[in-house]
């Protein structure tokens, strides 16, 4: 089984020619391994790196990536789609 990537060296230039950069202090985005799979996320407009939150009132902007094992999808994503 292969896992998400942990760090930009992990994806840089295999999978993307270049880091991706964050609009708001122009460094490599972040990258965070979370139980579930991996956030990546950008420090946000008040440019203070707040881990990858990406949830509640002061959250950050970003994406996660989970193992597709690790969390149960709700019924709706998994009607009339064909794997």
């Keep these: 089984m292969r896992c998400l990537p942990a760090t930009w060296d992990d994806i840089v230039p295999e999978f993307l020619?270049?880091?991706?950069?964050?609009?708001?202090?122009?460094?490599?985005?972040?990258?965070?391994?979370?139980?579930?799979?991996?956030?990546?996320?950008?420090?946000?407009?008040?440019?203070?790196d707040d881990g990858g939150k990406l949830e509640g009132r002061d959250c950050g902007v970003g994406f996660r990536l989970v193992h597709s094992m690790s969390v149960e999808l709700p019924r709706r994503f998994l009607e009339n789609r064909t794997l």
Excluded: C, H
């Design 17 to 48: 020619p270049e880091k991706l950069l964050d609009p708001f202090d122009g460094q490599p985005l972040s990258i965070r391994a979370v139980p579930e799979g991996l956030v990546i996320y950008s420090v946000g407009a008040d440019r203070t």
